[in-house]
């Protein structure tokens, strides 16, 4: 009995729920162990665990627009709410929701950039097309034959 000479697993893509949540901790998509991040906002060129290279992600304005889009949602209705439902003095709501904007829009944007980088990593978006570890496993023959010569012969006139 001779033992089957398997092909040598490939790193497989981490799946887009878990990619999302890692990037969104700051943590590499593929590894969960690398950081992302070298300063607040800029990404490392690739992680240093496992070798993933994240230099050409185009998060570009998606996280600063996500964060516009969440952080609006939550002080909307916060200011609703506390309009309608206590007598807060003006000099609160004019000072207070300035700054609680401003501080929950920079606590998000980092998380929320990681998370886009872990998208696009999920999805192979951009050169995240190859993994750590794999030179070319993906095949361009599965660009079937793109003919100029249609051959559909639907719109007779
Ligand atoms: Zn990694």
Redesign the pocket.
């Given at each position: 009995m001779t033992a089957s000479d398997l092909p040598t697993a490939a790193p497989a893509r981490t799946g887009l729920i878990k990619a999302m949540g890692r990037g969104f901790l700051g943590r590499?998509p593929?590894?969960?162990?690398?950081r992302i991040f070298g300063r607040f906002l800029k990404v490392r060129p690739a992680?240093e665990?496992?070798?993933?290279e994240l230099h050409h992600h185009r998060a570009d304005d998606l996280p600063p627009y996500l964060v516009i889009f969440i952080v609006a949602h939550i002080v909307g209705y916060l200011i609703l709410e506390l309009e309608m439902s206590y007598d807060v003095p003006l000099w609160f709501q004019l000072s207070f929701w300035p700054l609680f904007t401003l501080g929950l829009a920079l606590a998000l944007l980092q998380p929320v950039k990681g998370a886009v980088v872990g998208l696009q990593y999920a999805l192979g978006m951009h050169g995240f097309g190859g993994l750590p570890g794999v030179r070319s496993a993906a095949g361009e023959d599965a660009r079937l034959g793109n003919s100029g010569h249609g051959s559909t012969g639907l719109g007779r006139a």
């Open positions: 590499c593929h590894c969960g162990e690398g992680c665990a496992c070798g993933l």
